[in-house]
């Protein structure tokens, strides 16, 4: 059998070649226009939906979930999410930044972790995207210069300089305070940041309390029982800690394995109250202190944030995670609608100019400074009781006293 | 630091370095009967893990008592892959086997985040949370139940091998692929075989480390990895050395952790790697090559 010729083919010369690649091109170019203009401001979220911080980029995407209804109660324009997934991997993070940028992202918004936003604001820098930062702590990214990259979230020293605040303020309405505390920390950049942070920091606020050993671990550890034990062996009093959600589950496991009740957690990063602490260790979770950004509960916007989130997902705690995203995405939508336009300058110069008093975070409201970094937020002190977070801290935003010392794991 | 940290720590490496060889002993086993290298073997144990994880959520079964049910279902896919899979690829140059296995790994980490998600889970036995005070020692009673059982399996594999016929033939083919065929045994059908008793015992050694670890579907490289290391280090191909090799790195990873930075312990285990390709390339219970 024969096979047909080629020759048979329609012939394409470089005219019908032009002809059909402007056509396509055309074709391609046309739906993104009309979707660039009718559905508001393209915003790429980058979090990391998968990976050892999953659980907790998950608690921020619902954060994203029920924004959309709430800024439209506001009077804010709609926006169009791009979402994205980081993997928990700072390459895959850049990777992802790009993409969006080159799929239309008009602004960035992202990625809970400090390794990861370093990484993406240094691509948004490089394009000229405005990138706002919804959780990262590390203090250099708002250090460099960037003209594009702004952060509504507490540094590294603003965390630990209200936490010792805080601390001393629980410890001084109970009457009781540690003598000693072992630290074990993450060694991600967060993690470290805070390490280098406490060193400069402690001395300046005369804690009760020294620092033992300080004991540090792999973000992606899969059993944490050497450095539990190497903990316990210090002989501290009270256990300090900076962690991310897989690694406070972990710890806690083989504290009450180990049998060491130390007098009482004190963790200045996430991890101890996010949900899926509490129901996976149910009334083991009860007790351990959180120092983090956190929100007032008698705003406005912080009972509307709380009601969607209800609705939308009953049964979890407003947190950090979703909060400091919905602020991101509040930042994004404020600057568009003042901006009234999507281009990334005009968005980044009204982003400097943000002045956001009705919003969730504690403080004053959302204001950035000259490097792009809200310096006015303010921490909180909340402690896990019976499946609930309540606000031990400071004075005048609490809703509870705290439990100090925390009640022993064999007592429970 | 007292001294019974050190016991503790040691002990506790000890157990989980029991299941970390009953896991490459499968890894083992494999190579060392069809001379295949399993790249997706740590992606096989995650299988288990969310079998086991599953079979929790869903009845209550506790992963102990699943563990030869899990077995038998991962000894099931490791014969079907073996048979319909591999076997095209047995005479082929070895980085189409390499290609073909990293493949389905990529296949099995990604079926695992769609039906299972991203999230870490765990089974949260009755006896989770237990642990027994022997004097000054307060050992994990988890690890004490999986270490036990890591050895009963791996007795059961060794038994196996050397009192039954067909692991008497299995270990014929190891020895002389080219007799083995003269004397008439099914060499296809017994590769089958030896690829579904390696996948059967990292389908244990699954449905173990459920209850020292939490599963995520990412979590099957770094298991792959860490087989290839220790049975690197006990001598491919060798059962006895890949037990060994577990136990050695799962001690080293402890104590290293304790006396220098937990942070720093996988590096210890990369170093005995190191030190074995250097100094005793067929590893600590290899054959050397004649």
Redesign the interface.
């Known amino acids: 059998m024969d096979r047909k010729p080629f020759t048979n083919s329609p012939r394409v010369t470089r005219r019908t070649f032009a002809a059909g690649t402007a056509a396509t091109v055309s074709l391609m170019a046309s739906p993104a226009i009309l979707r660039a203009q009718g559905a508001g401001l393209k915003v790429g979220v980058l979090l990391p939906r998968s990976g050892a911080q999953a659980g907790i980029g998950q608690d921020c995407q619902r954060g994203v979930d029920v924004t959309a209804g709430i800024l439209k109660q506001l009077g804010y324009p709609s926006l169009q999410i791009m979402n994205a997934d980081t993997e928990t991997n700072v390459e895959v993070a850049r990777a992802r930044a790009e993409k969006l940028i080159s799929d239309g992202a008009q602004l960035l918004v992202g990625a809970f972790d400090s390794g990861q936003s370093t990484a993406i604001a240094q691509v948004a820098e490089q394009k000229g995207i405005p990138f706002v930062i919804n959780i990262a702590a590390a203090p250099p990214i708002t250090e460099q210069g960037y003209k594009f990259v702004f952060r509504n979230f507490a540094t590294a020293p603003m965390i630990l300089s209200d936490a010792f605040v805080n601390q001393k303020e629980v410890f001084e309405a109970s009457g009781v305070a540690p003598k000693t505390v072992v630290f074990m920390h993450v060694n991600d950049t967060f993690g470290t940041a805070m390490q280098k942070g406490i060193g400069g920091l402690m001395p300046k606020f005369n804690m009760p309390y020294t620092i033992k050993e300080t004991i540090s671990y792999d973000p992606t550890a899969r059993d944490l029982s050497v450095e539990v034990s190497k903990a316990k062996a210090t002989g501290a009093e009270a256990l300090m800690v900076v962690s991310r959600l897989n690694d406070a589950i972990l710890i806690t496991r083989e504290m009450v394995k180990q049998r060491w009740s130390p007098m009482g957690v004190l963790s200045m990063g996430p991890g101890w109250y996010e949900d899926q602490y509490l129901k996976t260790l149910g009334k083991l979770a009860d007790g351990p202190l959180s120092f983090v950004p956190w929100y007032d509960p008698n705003k406005k916007v912080s009972k509307l944030l709380e009601a969607a989130l209800a609705k939308a997902h009953p049964g979890i705690n407003l947190n950090t995670n979703q909060i400091y995203t919905f602020e991101a995405l509040m930042v994004a939508a404020d600057a568009y609608k003042r901006a009234g336009s999507a281009d990334p300058k005009a968005l980044a110069d009204a982003i400097r100019k943000t002045n956001i008093t009705d919003n969730v975070s504690t403080g004053p409201g959302i204001q950035f400074d000259a490097k792009g970094q809200n310096d006015k937020l303010k921490n909180a002190g909340i402690q896990n009781r019976a499946g609930k977070l309540v606000t031990v801290a400071p004075k005048g935003a609490t809703n509870a006293k705290a439990e100090w010392p925390m009640k022993p794991y064999d007592k429970r | ?2 001294a019974e ?1 050190y016991l ?2 040691a002990i ?2 000890l157990l ?1 370095g029991l299941v970390y060889g009953l896991m490459a002993l499968g890894l083992s086993v494999i190579f060392g009967v069809v001379r295949v290298v399993n790249f997706a073997h740590g992606e096989m144990m995650t299988i288990a893990m969310y079998l086991a994880v599953a079979l929790f959520a869903s009845f209550k079964l506790d992963p102990l008592l699943m563990l030869l049910p899990i077995a038998g279902v991962l000894f099931l896919l490791g014969y079907a892959m073996q048979n319909w899979l591999i076997t095209p690829f047995i005479n082929r140059p070895e980085h189409a086997q390499f290609m073909l296995l990293i493949a389905v790994a990529i296949i099995m980490v990604n079926g695992l ?1 769609i039906v299972f ?4 889970q ?1 089974v ?1 036995t009755s006896y ?4 027994f ?1 022997i004097g000054p020692l ?1 050992i ?3 690890k004490v139940y999986a270490g036990l059982a890591a050895i009963v399996v791996a007795a059961a594999l060794f038994a196996f091998f050397k009192f039954s016929l067909t692991g008497k033939a299995i270990r014929a083919c190891a020895d002389n692929y080219t007799g083995a065929l003269v004397v008439g045994l099914d060499v296809r059908r017994l590769y089958a075989l030896t690829f579904g008793l390696g996948a059967a015992c990292v389908g244990a050694a699954g449905a173990i480390l459920v209850l ?3 599963v ?4 099957g490289p ?1 298991f792959t990895l860490l087989a290839f290391i220790i049975v690197i280090v006990g001598g491919l191909g060798s059962m006895p050395g890949a037990l060994l090799g577990g136990v050695l790195i799962g001690v080293t ?2 104590l290293a ?2 006396l220098f ?3 720093a ?2 590096m210890f285990a990369f170093a005995i790697l190191v030190l074995v390709l250097l100094f005793r390339p067929e590893g600590i219970m290899g054959k050397r090559a004649s």
């Open positions: 630091m007292p940290i503790n720590v506790s490496g989980t985040l998600g991203p999230d870490a765990n949260q989770s949370f237990d642990s005070a307060i994990d009673a988890t020292i670890i939490d995520t579907p990412p979590l770094a990873e402890a952790g304790l930075t937990p942070s312990k996988s």
